[in-house]
């Protein structure tokens, strides 16, 4: 008895729980994927063998959404288990913003690192680095390294945006001190070559914004001189991340780890390695899917190399739904054809249409994960609660807001019960979605025409500022039905203005 009560007395200051398992776990978000951009979601016009040997081999899941229609918000959601909408400045980042997420945050990450697992972030941030600014001369703080990342290595937002640079942990890699980065939203000097000025000379021509500095032959949001040493080739991005990915997992591989491995691809410009490119027919939108694919094949062949693959959770995920023309002439209006990048959705990008959040979301844990097909509903921003509850950890009261423990759902359990609502947010312009069930409540308070080429479809309505839609019947959201289901519109409206207002969810 002696020896069993300082056995349960030596885990628990080990920090051990009874019932916790701690499997390693990868999550690899796409940027910019659509629903149906991937073969194993419906693609015919090019095929993503090793996304769908994930979802063969794990849970398909068939309601699967990221918390958000842009970036910033989703990446923020999936690391704080909170609706962006709560937090000011959770939209798109610009070049030089600042640290979104404040250090001392419960995240992911940090939740991940309580319960003993060694955690990095691979590839592109996009959540705003420093206070007030990045130093991108010296030290870069804060970042993810205050809020429970161990190690980094990152493209700071986005590749149309400037610098072209990695950090890894807290500074520059390979900056020359003697050739200072400098980054800033005013042109640098009277003749500073511009995709204005130079647009003959650019290798992929822009159709709007991505006109300022140029590098590697592509025009950009934002302006920057110096850190020549520093800079990358855009072929070359994911190639980078692999290896880098690869060397961190041999590195951790006797403790579990936990890597955020965020894709660039496909978001614009796209630029695929050489190898990828020309290899579909849908122009450079498609090759950059593939060499997402490949990006997983080879995290997949890692795993198995190093005999980590019963052992290790992949989630596989977007962080926003699909745009075609996000500002560069990359022919993927063009080149379209019958290729549905919402599959049968309505909107993408941008948007609170369910083509903005509905995402392929696959989770494979080899051996533990029965293979399937899942219709349950669940978010990115549940993966907080959701291995916290998994490792044993405890989250406070006033953290991880809106994260729900979906464990058992994610990890395919048949019965197991996905959300019963979920809200969708765009960019952060007061539109939101609410799904409840089978529901789909839209709120429209902005209609704004962006520049943006989402798809190749025009849709009218709703006329209202609320429209519903039943999803069973009508997934592509095409007939309103308020106006002859005033009652569920009530309880929705309701229902989602409560969500708004109120400082959480997390039951
Ligand atoms: C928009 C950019 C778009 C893309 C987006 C962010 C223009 C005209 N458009 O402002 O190209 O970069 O921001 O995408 O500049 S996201 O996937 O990172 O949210
Ligand atoms: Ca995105």
């Known amino acids: 008895m002696n020896r069993f009560l300082n056995l349960a007395f030596v885990l628990l200051l080990a920090g051990v729980s009874y019932g916790a398992e701690k499997p390693n776990i990868i999550v690899i978000m796409a940027d910019d994927l659509g ?88 590839g592109k941030w996009h959540l705003g680095l420093g206070e007030p600014a990045p130093n991108w001369n010296g030290e870069i703080k804060p970042g993810p ?101 690869n060397l961190w997992i041999e590195a951790n591989k006797e403790r579990p780890f936990f890597l955020f491995f965020a894709s660039h691809d496909i978001h614009v410009p796209r630029i695929a390695h050489e190898r990828f490119q020309g290899k579909t027919n849908l122009g450079p939108r498609g090759d950059c899917i593939l060499q997402l694919d490949w990006c997983v094949g080879e995290l997949s062949n890692t795993l198995d190399r190093l005999g980590l693959a019963e052992n290790t959770m992949i989630v596989f995920c977007s962080d926003n739904g699909p745009v075609l023309d996000d500002g560069y002439k990359d022919d993927a209006v063009e080149k379209l054809g019958n290729h549905e990048p919402a599959g049968p959705f309505r909107g993408g990008k941008y948007s609170v249409w369910e083509g903005g959040t509905r995402i392929p979301f696959i989770t494979r844990w080899k051996g533990r994960i029965k293979p399937g097909v899942s219709d349950q509903v669940v978010c990115t921003i549940d993966l907080a609660a959701s291995v916290a509850a998994m490792t044993g950890q405890s989250i406070a009261q006033d953290a991880c807001r809106d994260s729900f423990d979906l464990l058992d759902a994610l990890l395919g359990k048949p019965g197991a019960m996905g959300r019963d609502h979920l809200l969708q947010q765009d960019n952060g312009s007061g539109n939101f979605g609410l799904r409840t069930g089978d529901w789909k409540l839209v709120k429209l308070k902005q209609r704004g025409k962006s520049q943006a080429v989402v798809s190749t479809q025009e849709l009218s309505g709703p006329t209202g500022q609320y429209g519903l839609y039943r999803l069973s019947d009508d997934p592509g959201e095409r007939t309103d039905v308020s106006t002859t289901n005033p009652k569920i519109v009530d309880q929705m409206t309701v229902q989602l203005e409560k969500l708004i207002v109120s400082e959480r969810s997390r039951p």
């Open 35 to 122: 629903y149906g951009d991937v073969s194993c979601y419906g693609a015919t016009r090019l095929q993503t063998p090793s996304i769908d040997k994930l979802a063969g081999e794990g849970t398909r899941f068939t309601s699967g959404y990221c918390s958000a229609s842009t970036c910033t918000p989703t990446r923020f959601s999936l690391l704080t288990g909170t609706y962006a909408f709560r937090q000011k400045g959770t939209g798109i980042a610009p070049p030089n913003g600042p640290a979104i997420i404040k250090p001392g945050t419960e995240t992911l990450p940090s939740i991940l690192k309580r319960a003993g697992y060694a955690t990095a972030v691979i």
């Open 145 to 245: 390294l205050e809020i429970g990342f161990d190690h980094c290595y990152l493209l700071p937002t986005t590749n149309d945006r400037v610098p072209q640079v990695y950090v890894e942990d807290r500074s520059v890699k390979n900056l020359d001190p003697l050739d200072p980065l400098i980054v800033g939203d005013t042109k640098p000097s009277e003749n500073h070559p511009t995709g204005l000025t130079h647009r003959q000379a650019l290798k992929m021509d822009w159709s709007h914004g991505h006109n300022q500095t140029i590098h590697n032959g592509i025009s950009r949001i934002g302006f920057y001189t110096g850190g020549e040493k520093a800079r990358f080739r855009d072929e070359d991005l994911a190639d980078e991340w692999v290896k880098q990915s």
